[in-house]
């Protein structure tokens, strides 16, 4: 009697650690990278603005294409800081007068702060507040379209936090609302960085293989998880090369 129950109880055990050992394997990465992508034939220079997020973007960046004689990598980054605390024209400084073929903008994880604009105070989370992030953040996307041939506006990622996942979310939408009236590229990376999963995840299946891709705050990307987001800027940076190596071809055939 007692045989059979003992049989069924370890046949139970049995397949509950199964299931624990499939819902532990990591996911797999949906996206891929900028490695293969292949050396423009002309010059091309990229930019890469904003905070400590955008400055793991341009390390991707940088891995990719420091092996083409062609590619300048600009590391127009700040660490902790942003729209609520730099103004645009103190961003569009930091390309120092280059007008980029491609700048990428990645910013907003430092926002969650009261601004100042000359003696007029806004408190985070109030419709003021809203208001003036959205003039300051049209403002930054217009101007980079003056300068850059080309612009994507990364938004912000989904992020293990609870205390910080909703109001980035609310972030987001404000700027890709002023990103989109001021005609720039916006991307939304909030579902990409859940790397198939639907959900936050610290690893995932790269190449066959399981892969951190999230550091222990649970905000910012280990070197392959900038990898793989950098990967969904393929098209544009494709494009971009492209381009410009059309370009120069046209040129090379107007000179003879």
Known sequence: MFSGYSKR????????????????QPGRAAQATLSDVQCPDADVTIA??????ADGIWGAFWRSFSRCGTVEVMRST??????AHSGPESWLSKLGGVKPDLTVLSIGANDLVNMREGRTRFIYGQADWKEEYTRRANQLASSLNTVSDSVVWLGLPVVGRRDL??????????????????????????????FGQGKFVM?????????????SDQVHFTEIGYDLVAGLMRR????????????????SLVLQ
């Open 78 to 83: 700040t660490v902790s800081d942003g729209l």
């Open 165 to 194: 996942e909703q109001s980035y979310r609310e972030v987001t939408e404000l700027q890709e609302r002023a990103a989109t009236e001021a005609g720039v590229r916006y991307v939304d990376t909030h579902m990409a960085t859940t």
């Open 203 to 215: 690893t995932a299946n790269v190449g066959g293989s399981p892969r951190q891709l999230r550091h």
């Open 9 to 24: 109880f370890q046949g139970a055990i049995a397949a509950l650690a199964t299931l624990v050992m499939i819902c532990a």
């Open 48 to 53: 890469v603005l904003g905070d400590s997020l």
């Open 236 to 251: 544009q940076v494709a494009d971009t090369f492209e381009r410009a190596s059309r370009d120069a071809s046209m040129r």
